[in-house]
């Protein structure tokens, strides 16, 4: 049911630009909003549009390189928008983000202190956080009949031709580093080229379908794919739609992410930018937006009071297994890191890395 609400909110966005144009109409105040697919709750545009007039232009982008090459590319009109972690901070490195008034954000207080001042903005002065998890392998019981506990599943060729790997260079290298012991955050020219010969020598064996993004969703939920590597949230929208799905977090470590809300530097509503911002942050709206996109949200209350507000609203309680994917405890985050912004050399070697892999 999520999906379809997705579908019909990506027509209906689309509809939008289609019939105001991205500046509106004389006198209409807007936003421009990119974010993730299938990551909002549509009924919070229609709230939010309601109590402020502003108009949302909601947008979509499928990984973090593709929104960074499209604002590179100067080929958008975004005022906000919804990277992770490492790619804020090489945006904020390059001026891409505009300091933020957080006078118009008083909503951020209700952000928990363990996602604020995190290395990719220190001073708290570009990003609002929005969502949080951890990156792991899901995986169909149905088809296999072990419990996975390791990235090697991705690698030694038990389950070739039936293993989605993810669609983004970071994440796909970070799998391949995280099972041959390195840090996601090596800058070690050689560790980096030997995890990418790991990833290549199973793509050219055929272990691998292919390296996907979205598409993972209905590769797992249909039973096409057996094994793949993607979010915690997404996990959890898939396994509504096949409970056959499990999700672990591998016991070599796993990365874990924030995804905040920036505006842009280039943005032309920058006040309108910050009153979605507010909005978001509230508890309201991050309880109604953890039921629909199952992703964990930073605001303390919201974390507290979800799993009461989901019993509530869907007439049981919530797993607790299901609820720590969701919002994995400290134990599992300790065997985690999170993705720092790499050097530019460093970022030369993953893109030319990804281009011979066929990929990029």
């Known amino acids: 049911m999520k999906k379809t609400f997705a579908l019909l909110l990506a027509l209906t966005m689309v509809l939008t630009l289609c019939l105001t144009g991205c500046g509106g109409g004389s006198g209409e105040r807007i936003v421009n909003v990119c974010g993730w697919g299938e990551n909002i709750d549509p009924d919070l545009i229609d709230q939010f549009e309601q109590e402020t007039g502003i108009r949302v232009n ?90 996975l506990d390791s990235w090697g599943v991705l690698f030694d060729g038990k389950y070739s031709g039936n293993i989605g790997m993810i669609g983004n260079p970071r994440d796909a290298i970070g799998t391949a580093l995280m099972y041959l012991g390195y840090s996601v955050n090596t ?71 924030v995804d905040a809300m920036c505006v842009l530097q280039s943005a032309e509503h920058k006040e309108e930018a910050e009153a979605w911002i507010n909005f978001i942050c509230k508890t309201e709206s991050c309880l109604a937006n953890m039921d629909f996109i199952w992703y964990a949200s930073p605001n303390s209350e919201a974390l507290e009071q979800y799993p009461a507000y989901y019993e509530e609203m869907n007439g049981e309680p919530m797993d607790t297994e299901l609820y720590e994917v969701m919002a994995a405890p400290a134990s599992t985050l300790a065997d985690c890191e999170a993705y720092l912004n790499l050097p530019q050399e460093t970022l030369d070697l993953y893109t030319n890395l990804w281009v011979e892999l066929g990929i990029g």
């Open 58 to 147: 909601y947008q979509t982008a499928e990984s973090n390189e593709t929104m960074y090459a499209l604002i590179k590319q100067g080929g958008t009109d975004y005022d906000v928008i919804v990277p992770s972690d490492y790619m804020i901070g090489q945006m904020i490195e390059e001026g891409l983000l505009a300091e933020l008034n957080y006078d118009n954000i008083p909503n951020f207080a209700l952000i928990g202190s363990q996602y604020k001042n995190l290395s990719y903005d220190p001073e708290n002065k570009y990003t609002v956080p929005y969502t949080w998890g951890t990156l792991g392998i899901i995986y169909n019981s149905s088809i296999v009949e072990e419990e």
């Open 187 to 257: 800058t070690d020219e050689a560790e980096i080229r030997e995890a990418c010969q790991l990833l290549s020598d199973a793509k050219s064996n055929g272990v691998y379908q292919g390296f996907f993004m979205d598409q993972l969703y209905d590769k797992m939920e249909a039973g096409e794919t057996a094994v793949c590597v993607y979010y915690a949230g997404d996990f959890l929208s898939m396994h509504e739609n096949n409970p056959d799905l499990r999700y672990v977090v591998p016991k070599e470590g796993s990365n874990w992410f």
